[in-house]
Every structure is written in C-alpha cells, then in structure tokens.
C-alpha cells in the first residue's frame, strides 16, 4: 500500500532551528510536496523536489532522498508565525498526491 | 482576486438530507480535487478531475458524487448524508498534474457537520 509517515507534533523554540522528517511508499514517485497549514485554514504550498538533493527557499528548505524514500523540511530562525501543521505528500505514477496527516510544530517564545 | 472559491463554509446538515458543496476556481487549472481532512488523518482524495468532463474516484468516493461540466466548478454532491461524513471539505485545483512542479491550490474549505 502507499503510505507516508511523520512525526505527529514537535516543539521548538523562536529562533532555533528545526527539522521535519517524512517517510514514504508509493506505486511510483513524481515528486515530494511540503505545504504549510495553520489552525482552520487550507493548506498552502511550500516547497516541491523530484531530485535527489537540498532546495533552499528563504528560511525554508527541503531535503530527498529519493533511494531512502525520505525528505525533510528545515526551518531556521523559527518565528512564532511558524506555528502551523506541516504537511508532506508524495506524488504516485498516477500523478494523485498521498498525503501525510501532518506534523503540528508548536513554537515557544 | 484570483483563486479558488468553497460555498458553504461552514454547515449544519441532517442526516439523509443531500447536500451539494460548490467549488469554483479562475484560474483556468484543468485538474480539480475533492479532498476531506479529518483528525489524525492526512487529506483524502474523493474525487479528481484531470479535466473538464472527465471525472475519477479517489481514496474515499463512496456516498459522494462529483460533475465536471466545464474547467471553472468542480461541485461534490452527498446523496444522503450520514454522520460520518462530518468532516472538512477542501477542494483544490492544479494546472496539469502530469507535469513537475504543479502545486495544489485549496479552497478554504466548508466544515461540514451531520447530525
């Protein structure tokens, strides 16, 4: 079966630096997706890979690996905005998103 | 503004009562999905479409049914309701699934109760 796995809640500090892990299965793979989505509303888009490699996009950046099926997202200089569920989905051959029930990051001061 | 637009946000429903959620999108994306988010589970697919008049069943379809009559509304219709479907509703588009970096975009979602 297709399934993806992450952490279900992490806690980190404003400023620090922290890393979200995220596992998956898949009938084929067409790349792993990151969105960001705080309390009641629709989850938005943060990051996209298909290489193998790191992608660095501000504070945010994205890591595949895809012989490990494996990606993490690294947020730096945490701030208390950064309070949200993140959300890591993998695209399958049929090109249908598999998503992960997300990882609520709690940031405190 | 451009995006993609849910009625209702929010609703009440009884159960065995049929209800339609509508989506709408400006974007001219040729795909659309239905997808439910419910705790401690990650957002399931209902139903998709590649594009306009063509339709598919995802991961969850059962009791649902959705119409693609033309690429801007994507509308997903319970026949009769039961309280199981109480859950967010999220609709999203994207412009070509097949094709690398697509990124979904959501609808704010309609919060559904049955009761």
């Known amino acids: 079966g297709q399934n993806i796995d992450q952490p279900t809640e992490m806690t980190a500090t404003e400023g620090a630096i922290v890393q979200i892990n995220c596992t998956y299965q898949t009938s084929g793979f067409n790349g792993l997706f990151w969105y960001q989505q705080h309390a009641g509303e629709a989850p938005t888009f943060l990051s996209y890979n298909v290489l193998d490699g790191l992608e660095e996009k501000g504070r945010f950046s994205s890591f595949l690996s895809r012989s490990k099926g494996y990606s993490y997202l690294l947020l730096k200089e945490l701030q208390m905005k950064d309070s949200a569920s993140y959300l890591c989905a993998a695209r399958d051959s049929n090109y249908q998103l598999i998503w992960g029930a997300g990882t609520k990051l709690i940031i405190k001061p | 503004i451009a995006g993609i637009t849910q009625a209702p946000t929010s609703q009440i429903l009884a159960a065995g009562r049929r209800m339609t959620l509508r989506c709408t999108q400006d974007?001219?994306?040729?795909?659309m999905y239905w997808y439910r988010q419910d705790l401690g589970l990650g957002l399931r697919l209902i139903h998709y479409?590649?594009?306009?008049?063509?339709?598919g069943k995802g991961e969850v379809p059962d009791g649902y049914s959705v119409s693609r009559a033309n690429t801007d509304d994507f509308p997903l219709t319970l026949a009769s309701a039961v309280p199981s479907q109480t859950s967010v509703y999220f609709c999203a588009s994207s412009e070509d699934p097949g094709r690398g970096n697509t990124e979904a975009f959501f609808g704010q979602g309609t919060r559904l109760t049955v009761v």
């Open positions: 479409s590649n594009t306009a008049g063509t339709t």
């Open positions: 974007m001219r994306h040729n795909a």
